[in-house]
């Protein structure tokens, strides 16, 4: 019996590997083009582990959840976080003044860390 509690206390003070999250936005840099279309920058932090869990898309939403633009990411980032990938073009309805942006990957979907930014006129 003793044995078997100091295998669990040893199980629980060894280091498991890193497990990947949900995909979070943590920074973004938006401009308004000559065109009157938007500029994203969005910056992303994921524990990419390779192509079975990586952060594969970012989305830019209205507040009442449309999709008006997506930025798929080709490939996992497993060395390079957290990363920064653009999308040009986006049209945004007359009205809206702030997006919310969100990122995907490819076990859990959305859910990680968004970000709300108001538009610039």
Do not use: C
């Amino acid at each position: 019996m003793r044995m078997m509690g100091v295998l669990m206390i040893l199980a629980l003070l060894t280091p498991m590997k890193a497990v990947a999250g949900e995909a979070d936005v943590i920074d973004v840099d938006v401009r308004k083009l000559r065109n009157g279309t938007y500029h994203f920058a969005v910056t992303l932090r994921h524990g990419d582990t390779g192509w079975k869990h990586y952060a594969d898309r970012w989305d830019v939403v209205t507040p009442d959840g449309t999709v008006l633009g997506s930025r798929v990411l080709a490939h996992p980032h497993v060395r390079e976080q957290p990363f920064t990938r653009s999308l040009s073009g986006v049209k945004i309805p007359a009205g809206i003044t702030q997006v919310i942006l969100r990122a995907n990957d490819s076990v859990h979907g959305t859910g990680g860390k968004t970000m709300t930014v108001d538009l610039p006129k």
